[in-house]
Antibody, heavy 122, light 108 residues
Framework: QLRLQESGPGLVKPSETLSLTCTVSGGSISTGSYYWGWIRQPPGKGLEWIGNIYYSGSTHYNPSLKGRVTISVDTSKNHFSLKLTSVTAADTAVYYC??????????????WGQGTMVTVSS | ETVLTQSPGTLSLSPGDRATLSCRASQTVSGSNLAWYQQKPGQAPRLLIYATSRRATGVPDRFAGSRSETDFTLTISRLEPEDFVVYYCQQYDNSLITFGQGTRLEIK
């Protein structure tokens, strides 16, 4: 069964780039899902979708993030990554990676990582 | 972008009660593309319902989803103590995803 694990710095300075990795275990990132996604949750607030990367390599991002987001896949390391540039305190959140595991659930996230807290502060 | 509006923001009920949570879409959403999640404190969300009304693996049958045009509903028929947490709806449209702002279920 697929498992997801986020990793990366827990503290990022304002104006710098947030970089996170989601490692996929128990299966291949090349064939394990139709797409892989990132979602975040500021402290005490709701869920915000960041973007997805598809098996084809195409990406789709939340328009509200205004071109600051890049999601990529490294098949050799069986992981996918998130980069968010020019961060501010508003980017402080728990960041989750997630994916749909089957055809039936293709429009929903039924597998989630445990989440990693990222704080933007000098 | 499809906006999902959940109501109420907080719902106060007692164990054993029936809970009705609403999620209204700003435009037409395919029934295949609407999901519900449950989130307990300090945990990642858990998929409860996908495709409007299909229960995810391991989800008790007291959870049910339904739809009337752009209004989607999550019903919990007999509340258990562990059900008093936060619930989110989510839609997928044209490769863009949005979540509702959440409904918190609290013990009355």
């Amino acid at each position: 069964q697929l498992r997801l694990q986020e990793s990366g710095p827990g503290l990022v300075k304002p104006s710098e780039t947030l970089s996170l990795t989601c490692t996929v275990s128990g299966g291949s990132i090349s064939t394990g899902s139709y797409y892989w996604g990132w979602i975040r949750q500021p402290p005490g607030k709701g869920l915000e979708w960041i973007g997805n990367i598809y098996y084809s390599g195409s990406t789709h991002y939340n328009p509200s993030l205004k071109g600051r987001v890049t999601i990529s896949v490294d098949t050799s390391k069986n992981h996918f990554s998130l980069k968010l540039t020019s961060v501010t305190a508003a980017d402080t959140a728990v960041y989750y990676c997630a994916n749909p595991t089957g055809v039936a659930t293709v429009f929903a996230f039924d597998m989630w990582g445990q989440g990693t807290m990222v704080t933007v502060s000098s | 972008e499809t906006v999902l509006t959940q109501s109420p923001g907080t719902l106060s009920l007692s164990p054993g009660d029936r809970a009705t949570l609403s999620c209204r879409a700003s435009q037409t959403v395919s029934g295949s593309n609407l999901a519900w999640y449950q989130q307990k404190p300090g945990q990642a969300p858990r998929l409860l319902i996908y495709a409007t009304s299909r229960r995810a693996t391991g989800v008790p049958d007291r959870f049910a989803g339904s739809r009337s045009e752009t209004d989607f509903t999550l019903t919990i028929s007999r509340l258990e103590p562990e059900d008093f947490v936060v619930y989110y709806c989510q839609q997928y449209d044209n490769s863009l995803i949005t979540f509702g702002q959440g409904t918190r279920l609290e013990i009355k």
